[in-house]
């Protein structure tokens, strides 16, 4: 039975692990519903039990159709909307072009493409039902610099940053809109393969948090911080900047 809420309810994607984790953490501190999708659930079940309180797990492959629109539809039964979705959930594999398996590839794009456009998907008809509706896409600065040892990732956000922009034009006059979020280079999991200097990463408590006092924003591209767009775009327009920077990576990451 469906009971509507007059809290906010976010659905979040990737959530117990890197950057997603401390999201989450960081948006359950405010009154709002939480529904944190990954493969594994054992962080987000062993958050603090006021953070809890306010979360619901859900055991969730988004390369899985059907679990990501059993996900959604439980969701919306339980909650009864869908006010805010962070596609988090991400994948990258290290290792040069020509030493990697295209069938790697293929997964990091079944992941970091494809993964948001299943959960785009099956929350855009209750969003344009409520005609109103926030969903963002982390992406990554790679998709304007590229990384050495992250060509098929790197991709994937080029991909994301199009996709987004495209729809987002769709989108006009629906109230629903849709985001680019870019985090800076963050100590997680994901970049564990890659040898970045320190400087060169921020932990992802701090990104979390900062992502999280923007959940609102509805600025075409959102970042923590304005460090992170000065960053951004200086590796944009002078690109040997970005060479200089990842010239130790490319060694390391062979
Ligand atoms: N870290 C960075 O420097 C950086 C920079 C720019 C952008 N980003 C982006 O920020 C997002 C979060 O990255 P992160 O660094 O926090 O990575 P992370 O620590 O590896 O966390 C990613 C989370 O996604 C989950 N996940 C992976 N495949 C999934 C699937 N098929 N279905 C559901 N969940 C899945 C992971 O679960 P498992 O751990 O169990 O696989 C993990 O909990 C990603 O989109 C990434 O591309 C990261």
Known sequence: MTIPTDEEVIVLTGANEGIGYHLLTALAEEDRLIAALDVAGD????????????????ECDVTDADDVTTAVNDI??????????????????????????MAETRREFEVNFFGYQRLIRAVLPHMRAQGSGLIHNMCSGTADTGH????????????VKAFVRSL??????????????????TNTGMTA???????????????????????????????????TR???????????IWRRMTAGIVGNSE
């Open 43 to 58: 962080n987000v079940l062993d958050a603090r039990d006021d953070v809890t309180a306010r979360v619901r797990y859900y």
């Open 148 to 159: 050495p040892g992250l060509s098929g990732y790197s991709a994937t956000k080029g991909a």
């Open 168 to 185: 987002r034009l769709e989108l006009r006059g629906t109230g629903v809109t849709c985001t680019l979020m870019i985090p800076p280079s």
């Open 76 to 101: 919306v039964e339980r909650w009864g909307r869908i006010d805010v979705v962070v596609n988090n959930a991400g994948v990258a594999r290290a290792g040069f072009f020509e030493s990697q398996p």
């Open 193 to 227: 393969d890659i040898d970045y200097p320190e400087w060169m990463t921020v932990e992802p408590e701090e990104v979390g948090r900062k992502l999280a006092d923007k959940i609102h924003s509805t600025r075409p591209v959102i970042t923590p911080d304005l460090t």
């Open 230 to 240: 000065v960053g951004l775009a200086l590796t944009r327009w002078f690109p040997s």
